[in-house]
């Protein structure tokens, strides 16, 4: 355990009034803040009703004390947990009380840090506390959960042996040649590395899946005046958000609701209708809509069904950036007395769904190509609250793997290929170093006389 000189101390509640209020201290040792506070001593890891005291012996709450024993604790080291009434005030005053005894106030998420130095969490981990907190769904709530008691860790420290078992076949031979070793199996190399394949992807599948929990997306209805775009934001969220008239042009500015679909969060963003007007207001409004677009992650472009596409749509279809994900929603079939539908274009993939806003029919058709297009596969077990970050080092170290397959015949690419793919992968917990190759080598071959 790595020592540290200071102690630190917040109070860990959210801000504001409630019930119960928490002020955490964590350091090396804290008997002397425990008696100037609870005015006694605490036995490990049980709950005692104490007197919460100022410098003067003078009562500043009452309230349960609770003392972790060092490693035995959230931090690792000797962390002591005030549970007193919730107000901010009294709150305030005991973590002052705290600080006069040699605590420091705590920097953001130097708790969780002092754990990860610790050894008591590793860098997914403590990445999963903030994202089980900032969860917006259960699906969320629950898929990080399992990314900070280690889940995710595990999967990645059981890509590593495989990775590490491959590095130590090929650089035992490259760092040992005048030792009698066994010649290498390419055959066994090879099949290694497709199981790492194979390994990578599945882990990489999971977090995609995981990261849209986490991230959501953020999607724009767009199209001309009095499509049905309001009504359709109203009917996806369950309640009337926006003002829906016969007007044309009544949403001028851009209107945001989220929604949970299957677990998966969305902001769903109205925007004014997209024309050519000479109206100042409306313009600046159509402006608005444009750059909501431009930095949407999926656009719903909506058609009058009575209309068909006109020439307003494809003019708005021609300025849609290229790479924005786009499915067109035929709206109003209420009115032409046509079924709900699914229509898939064997062309370019162009998907159209036919529905009615206002009647609500179609709309769970609309919900599944939505989900199934930004690639949810509705599998929320199994699945990790991975980051941008730790995507990246996946996506690097498979991509390492299929070079070191292209080098079957040159050692030193190879290992050099694996050796990039370690230390890619090993940026998502991180762990291992050179020293822990080394061990594995010697272990696995009698090389030291």
């Known amino acids: 355990m790595t020592a540290l000189p200071d102690t630190i101390a917040a109070i860990a509640t959210a801000p504001g009034r ?45 309230g349960l004390a609770i003392r972790f024993p060092a490693p035995y604790s959230y931090t690792g080291e000797e962390v002591l947990e005030l549970h007193g009434h919730g107000g901010p005030v009294v709150l305030r005053v005991l973590l002052n009380r705290c600080l006069e005894l040699g605590a420091r106030v705590a920097a953001p998420g130097e708790f969780t840090q002092r754990a990860f130095l610790n050894g008591k969490l590793d860098l997914a981990q403590a990445e999963g506390v903030i994202d089980l907190i900032d969860a917006a769904t259960g699906q969320a709530a629950r898929c990080a959960a399992r990314s900070m008691s280690g889940e995710f860790s595990t999967r990645i420290q059981s890509v590593m042996r495989l990775l590490v078992e491959l590095r130590t076949l090929v650089e035992a031979v490259l760092d040992f040649p005048e030792e009698e070793l066994e010649p290498v199996d390419e055959a066994r190399i090879g099949s290694g590395l497709k199981t790492l394949v194979r390994e990578v992807d599945s ?91 431009a930095k949407a992650d999926f656009v719903l472009l909506l058609l009058d069904a009575r209309q068909g596409e006109t020439a307003g749509d494809r003019e708005i279809v021609t300025r849609l950036p ?115 190759l080394l061990g594995e080598i010697f272990a696995r071959f009698c090389i030291g006389k």
């Open 18 to 62: 409630g019930a119960i209020g928490i002020v955490r201290v964590s350091g090396a040792r804290l008997s002397t803040l425990i008696q100037g506070v609870a005015g006694r001593e605490l036995p490990a890891r049980l709950p005692v009703l104490c007197e919460f005291q100022d410098a003067q012996g003078k009562l500043i709450d009452h």
């Open 203 to 293: 882990v990489l599948e999971a977090s995609q899946q995981g990261s849209l929990l986490r991230e959501g997306a953020d999607v724009v209805l767009a199209g001309q005046p009095n499509v049905g775009k309001s009504s359709l934001l109203n009917r996806l969220a369950g309640e009337d958000i926006a003002i829906v008239t016969d007007m044309p042009g009544t949403t001028r500015d851009a209107i945001r609701q989220m929604i949970n679909l299957e677990g998966v969060p969305l902001r769903i963003i109205d925007t004014a209708g997209l024309r050519r007007s000479s109206d100042a207001v409306e313009t600046i409004g159509i402006a608005r809509a444009w750059e909501t677009v």
């Open 322 to 436: 290229e790479s924005l994900p786009c499915i067109r929603v035929m709206n109003k079939v209420d009115l032409i007395r046509t079924a709900p539908r699914i229509e898939r274009s064997p062309a370019g993939g162009r998907v159209t769904v036919w529905l009615s806003a206002k009647t609500g029919a179609g709309v769970e058709l609309l919900k599944e190509v939505l989900l199934q297009s930004l690639g949810w596969r509705g599998e929320g077990e199994g699945l990790y609250m991975a980051r941008e970050r730790h995507l990246h080092a996946l996506a690097g170290t498979r991509n390492h793997v299929g070079e070191a397959g292209r080098h079957m015949g040159e050692l030193d690419l190879l290992a050099e290929e694996l050796r990039l793919a370690q230390r890619r992968l090993a940026e998502i917990t991180g762990e291992f170093s050179a020293d822990d």
